[in-house]
């Protein structure tokens, strides 16, 4: 009708109004909020007819070789030189510099976009983000505000669901990060992650329904995650008092969107991720896919000179159009794929005997009757006396057997299984080992999720080392916080191999696929009191793992220097105070003590015979942020927390136990300036070729604290009083006290600690309440 008028001669001005309609399904007859969309009005005319209306009320007639479709044409020239995506490159950059927004330039948008979706399900399916991946299904939604949003199902494997609730908060969070702790993570989540603002502050808000918010923000404060009577997750979202401002509007936790940590860093974008385990979720998930096209009620207007619009006639002028946002029309041009299925599934409409080939693997006849028994009732049955049947249904039946696996086993656990750490870790091994700065180090850390670990692993990453981890995760205390560790570690683009120490192949392995520069040894079996309790986890770790790892690194070529955590406590009955590297030695108090000296002498003999560079560091009581729960700062935080009591030991004659606490970032500058100042090992494939460095420094803080003073200062920053028993020290291999002379790490690379106890534990503490909240959710 359009096309009549503007043949005519002086014809009127005709506008289009598009109209909501009451009646109309919502989700396909809704209004577009961008400023142009294309009308398609008869969708059986073979050749397109598109006419424009632009903002300012002109109809323009547009065909396929328009110069508004070339600036569709161009590729985006990707001028940051980077492989596919980067933070560099973004969308409100490049417009921003042209005075353009989003929808000016929708083939920008979608490229972008596509990239980055692109990316995300290769992380996803061949990466294994959170598992084995059996099928992934997306659809592509366009949004009314004319952005592109993906939809995506993920199928796990069998052995990658475990659909235990308690493991969701590992994956998924729905809460606000501590800007203090994690600030590029609270960065993000402000935002990208916050609903909102809606509700009475903003009932002009898109998500307003009949005065609410028609996706139920905001949510309810929860403890603790859990499943509702529906067996939708209803994820934890604590009462912690943090907020985050939007428009002028505190938002607090009840607000944020449940999201993956890793996802969000790495794609910087609104990700957000549920776990799906109920037929009535994946139903609600599909329903993307089967929306069918944007649709609206439309009537034409004659514009009057004047502007003031009149009625032609009201009736015969209602047409019922598809419509399709720039975005959309942009997507399609490129041909990108609006629904994706892998492995793809098609669906025969009709299958005549022997009319069509179809052929499929039948599977074992256990797994049929899996497949057909449950959750289809009338569907299929398995009977495998009617063979032809089977074969008639073969491509239904595929369809069908996806959904299967889907229904009987929460197919959308969306989980870290520490098997995906063990398999494919080959190609995430180099890319972690990448070196991002002019002579930097690729550095093998061992005991890459645990305290020390963890910070010098981040610290090397941040300023361009290549950093590969190696764990084995064991449960002398809560596995779970190593977990987290590691997914701090993961988003900031470290990976840890999962492996024991001891496993001679593994280490090879590692050490063929990159040529080490330097081994940062921080792995060990911990604690001084344990030993008594189980004595040859010591000798395994601290022996065993050792000697295991010495002999991989001096048959490596070229042969890298060795830094390793000795420990304070070699020092053991010594009373010379304070402690310097030259002091006797040979009087150790625990199990751990010995096991730590013997690696002392271990390693100078690894260093006599092979040439390796050794640097022994011997930590004092290393405390801080993501330490370790066996330590007795923490383990007291926890029960003065919780009400319970603390036993506090004392030495003879009642004197006060005191330790030199050294704060973990001193620790880990005193590690990065042991690497740095570590010479070359001399030895190559096991032969020595001359004399290497061998070295042993304090790394401590210098002002020892008593017990009950550092007990003080906890209670001060917890604002709790702590119920001390006092009790005599029993002979656990504790001793009296600990004081540390630094002046040869001083001397030798500057080591200067510079955080004393009240701070550090103010900051340990921050921590603390951030992860585990007041009330404990997690078990320490
Ligand atoms: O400096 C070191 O080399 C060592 O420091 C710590 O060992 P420790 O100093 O014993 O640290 P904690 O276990 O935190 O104990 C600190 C002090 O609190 C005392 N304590 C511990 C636990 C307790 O219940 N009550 C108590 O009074 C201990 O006797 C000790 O004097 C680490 O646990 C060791 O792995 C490390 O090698």
Redesign the pocket.
């Known amino acids: 009708m359009i096309k009549d008028k503007i043949n005519q001669e002086n014809h009127p001005n005709v506008s289009l109004r598009l109209l909501g309609k009451r009646g109309r399904d919502g989700r396909t007859y809704n209004l577009h909020t961008v400023s142009e969309v294309v009308g398609d009005f008869d969708e059986a005319l073979g050749d397109r007819d598109i006419i424009v209306e632009k903002q300012s009320g002109r109809l323009l007639r547009i065909t396929e070789r328009s110069p508004s479709y070339l600036a569709l044409q161009y590729p985006l020239l990707f001028a940051y030189g980077e492989d596919g995506y980067s933070e560099d490159i973004e969308i409100v950059r490049f417009l921003g510099a042209k005075g353009l927004k989003s929808d000016d330039r929708p083939d920008v948008v979608c490229r972008i976009f596509k990239v980055k979706l692109d990316n995300l399900i290769r992380d996803l399916k061949t990466n294994k983000f959170f598992g084995a991946v059996k099928a992934v299904v997306y659809t592509i939604e366009f949004q009314k505000c004319g952005l592109l949003h993906a939809h995506i199902l993920l199928f796990l494997s069998n052995e990658d669901k475990l659909p235990q609730p308690r493991r969701i908060d590992e994956i998924i969070s729905a809460e606000i990060p501590d800007p203090v702790i994690d600030p590029c993570y609270y960065e993000n989540v402000k935002e990208f992650m916050v609903h909102g603002p809606c509700g009475a502050v903003r009932k002009s808000s898109p998500c307003m329904r009949d005065g609410s918010c028609s996706k139920y923000f905001p949510k309810q404060y929860l403890d603790a995650t859990k499943f509702d009577d529906d067996g939708f997750p209803v994820y934890r979202r604590r009462d912690n008092g943090r907020v985050v401002m939007k428009d002028g509007v505190p938002l607090d936790n009840r607000y944020i969107v449940p999201h993956n940590r890793a996802l969000l860093m790495k794609y910087g974008g609104h990700i957000n991720v549920e776990w799906c385990n109920q037929s009535q979720s994946i139903k609600y998930l599909f329903k993307y896919i089967n929306k069918g096209h944007d649709r609206v009620t439309a009537s034409f207007f004659q514009s009057g000179a004047d502007g003031a619009r009149q009625n032609l006639d009201e009736v015969s002028l209602y047409y019922d159009c598809r419509y399709i946002s720039s975005c959309e029309a942009a997507w399609r041009i490129f041909g990108f794929e609006i629904q994706y299925k892998d492995p793809s599934v098609e669906r025969l409409s009709f299958h005549l005997p022997n009319e069509q080939h179809d052929t499929c693997t039948m599977p074992s006849k256990s797994s049929m009757e899996e497949l057909f028994l449950p959750s289809t009732p009338g569907k299929f049955k398995d009977k495998s006396h009617h063979r032809q049947q089977h074969h008639r249904s073969a491509t239904s039946l595929f369809l069908w057997a996806l959904f299967l696996v889907a229904l009987t086993a929460a197919f959308l656990s969306f989980l870290f299984k520490d098997k995906y750490f063990r398999s494919n870790w080959e190609s995430h091994v180099r890319s972690s080992a990448q070196i991002r700065r002019h002579n930097g180090f690729s550095v093998l850390v061992t005991g890459a999720a645990g305290f020390v670990g963890s910070h010098v692993s981040l610290a090397l990453k941040k300023r361009g080392d290549g950093v590969v981890g190696l764990d084995n995760f064991n449960d002398y205390y809560n596995p779970d916080l190593k977990r987290s560790r590691r997914d701090l570690l993961t988003a900031n683009g470290v990976f840890i191999v999962e492996g024991d120490l001891n496993d001679a192949k593994l280490l090879a392995n590692l050490f063929d696929l990159v040529q080490f520069s330097h081994v940062m040894h921080l792995a060990a079996q ?3 009191r344990y030993a008594m309790e189980n004595p040859h986890s010591y000798i395994h770790s601290n022996i065993a793992g050792l000697v295991t790892l010495l002999e991989a690194s001096k048959s490596a070529m070229p042969q890298p220097s060795v830094v390793w955590a000795s ?3 070699v020092y053991g009955l010594n009373e010379k105070s304070p402690f310097s590297e030259s002091d006797r030695t040979d009087k150790p108090a625990s199990l ?1 003590a010995a096991t730590k000296k013997a690696g002392e002498e271990i390693t100078h003999t690894y260093n006599h015979i092979y040439g390796l560079s050794i640097t022994g560091l ?5 405390y801080g942020p993501w330490g ?1 729960p ?4 923490f ?1 007291f935080t926890r029960d003065i927390l919780e009400g319970k009591p ?4 004392r030495g003879k004659n009642h004197a006060d ?1 005191a ?1 030199d606490f050294t704060y973990i970032d001193d620790i880990a500058k005193g590690c990065i300036g042991s690497l740095d100042t570590a010479k070359k090992s001399t030895g190559s494939g096991g032969k020595k070729r001359g004399p290497a460095q061998f070295r042993i420094f304090n790394l401590g803080n210098t002002s020892p604290v008593t ?1 009950p003073m550092m007990v003080g200062m906890l209670e001060k920053h917890l604002k709790v009083k702590a119920k001390k028993n006092l009790v005599e ?1 029993p002979g656990n291999g ?1 001793v009296q006290f ?1 004081h540390a002379n630094i002046s040869y790490a001083r001397s030798e690379f500057g080591y200067n600690p510079t955080t004393d106890l009240q701070t550090g534990l103010k900051k340990f503490v921050k921590w603390y309440i951030s992860y585990y909240g007041y009330n404990h959710a997690k078990s320490v």
Request: positive net charge; charged residues 20%; glycine residues 4%.
């Open positions: 911990a604690g001084v420990s304070s406590s751990y011997r930590f004092f009581t290393v370790r066996d330590m007795a700062y383990s603390i036993t506090i030991y136990l330790r017990v020290m504790d600990t």
